[in-house]
């Protein structure tokens, strides 16, 4: 089972700011199959990206994916409020795997 | 638009089962399989199995195998998730998904909260 490790667990970070966020992989990954989400406190995750670097359909243009092997990165351009929330990598060989999470919130 | 709407809220004792329901609408339900994902009380994302609503296929995660069971209903376009000799951590918050063609996970049910207390 691939093994997914976020980094870092928490980002502290001002509305206005750029937000990377990493993830690594134990094996390599398929690009094809990486995804990242949001989650906000009470609510169901929502898919940002597909495919390390495709936005879903309605997700604002400062979020981006990138990386591939086993080295994937979520990039938030500037922060909005609303972005203030948790974000998961996942990916998709023979199951699905998460990574644990890292939550980005207002310094 | 395409939409996933849960069951409701459990409470079982331990040892019980319960199955949750994940009625689907907007799309065509046979042509993509669904994946049942739970969230314990300020935790993380555990993937516990997929079905394929087209032929009822499944996959489970090892550590559910033996205890869970995923089916469908097409008729009703309504998937089904049954965990069975609930322990209190199988208190949850347990998602479905439906899972697209590059198997990303969208969209998601609101998500139906399970505890398991004496």
Same mark, same amino acid.
């Given at each position: 089972?691939?093994?997914? #490790? !976020? ?30 989400? !949001?989650?906000?406190?009470? !609510? #169901? ?6 495919? #390390? ?30 972005? @203030? #929330? ?11 795997? @998460?990574? !644990? ?7 | 638009?395409?939409?996933? +709407? ?13 199955? +949750? %329901?994940?009625?689907? %609408? ?61 322990? /209190? ?10 899972? %697209? ?16 207390? /004496?």
């Amino acid at each position: 089972e691939i093994v997914l #490790a !976020q980094s870092p667990g928490t980002l502290s970070l001002s509305p206005g700011e750029r937000a990377t966020l990493s993830c690594r992989a134990s094996q390599t990954v398929s690009s094809s199959y990486l995804a990242w989400y !949001q989650q906000k406190p009470g !609510q #169901a995750p929502r898919l940002l990206i597909y495919g #390390a670097s495709s936005r879903a359909t309605g997700i604002p243009d400062r979020f981006s994916g990138s990386g591939s092997g086993t080295d994937f990165t979520l990039t938030i351009s500037r922060l909005e409020p609303e972005d @203030f #929330a948790v974000y998961y990598c996942q990916q998709y060989d023979t199951s699905w795997t @998460f990574g !644990q999470g890292t939550k980005v919130e207002i310094k | 638009q395409v939409q996933l +709407v849960q069951s409701g809220g459990e409470v079982k004792k331990p040892g019980a089962s319960v199955k +949750v %329901s994940c009625k689907a %609408s907007g799309y065509t339900f046979t042509n993509y399989g669904i994946n049942w994902v739970r969230q314990a009380p300020g935790q993380g994302l555990e993937w516990m199995g997929w079905i394929s609503a087209f032929n009822g296929n499944t996959n489970y995660a090892q550590k559910l195998q033996g205890r869970v069971t995923m089916t469908t209903d097409t008729s009703t376009s309504t998937a089904y998730m049954e965990l069975r000799s609930l322990r /209190s951590d199988d208190t949850a918050v347990y998602y479905c998904t439906r899972v %697209s063609n590059d198997l990303a996970l969208d969209p998601w049910g609101q998500g139906t909260l399970v505890t398991v207390s /004496s």
